[in-house]
């Protein structure tokens, strides 16, 4: 485990408790070293979503320390969250654009992060004019406009049909292939977290904390016909057994 200083992203016995006397995380410790994507998995109501807000700063912890390397973190939700009066290319500007970055740079920083995730020649669509998949990927290119070096994911392909959801998790992983950010991806899907990620963390019932990890030896880019492969099925049946364990 990485220790402090080396981690891009770190929690270190982390409580987290609501004014209405919820405990969302009791002692949860979670070390992830620069350029690693691990994948959350756990039972509804455990603090996933919760541990996402700790490490972007939105919220603060109750009791143990959060540190995140870095000054620049994307966040992906589960809804892409366009603006649907702006095209598909100014949404994905809006960020660089907030932080008054110039236009020339913003338009050509716009136009590669839309490259990079299969969208250009969309470029003056409008929102209600795309896909499910497709808003997703705006949604992935918005963010990686500022080049973070740290990606939080909160379950971001919950709600696409099971083709385009496998279709974006390839995507992704490529994309995380080719950028080489420090991700950590929610999801309550098994076969997604493994097949995304170098290492899957497994959380318990709420108050949440770590029961199990298991690392995934596959190298990224990752072909869709690895989701067949036995190993793979190995590693997603011991961490159903584990998720399975940890729900009370």
Partial sequence: MPTAMEAALRFDSVDKHFDNGTAALSGLD???????????VGPSGCGKSTLLRLASG???????????????VGYVFQDPTLLPWRTVLTNVELPAE????????????????????????????????????????????????????????????????????????????????ESGFTGLFITHSVTEAVFLAGR????????GRVTATFDVPFPHPRPA??????EFGRIAGEVSAALRGGVQ
Avoid: N, W
């Fill in 200 to 207: 899957v963390v497994v959380m318990s019932a709420r108050p």
């Fill in 98 to 177: 907030l932080a008054g970055t110039g236009k020339a740079e913003r338009r050509e920083r716009a136009l590669a992060a839309l490259r990079l995730v299969g969208l250009d020649g969309f470029e003056k669509q409008l929102p209600g004019q795309l896909s499910g998949g497709m808003r997703m990927r705006v949604s992935l290119a918005r963010a990686l406009m500022m080049q973070p070096s740290l990606f939080l994911f909160d379950e971001p392909f919950g709600a696409l049909d099971e083709i385009t959801r496998l279709r974006m998790q390839e995507e992704l992983q490529r994309i995380f292939a």
């Fill in 225 to 230: 016909e690895l989701r067949y492969d036995p």
């Fill in 30 to 40: 979670l070390s992830i070293a620069p350029g690693e994507f691990v994948a959350v």
């Fill in 58 to 72: 939105l919220d603060s912890a109750t009791g143990g320390t959060v540190h995140a390397s870095g000054d620049c």
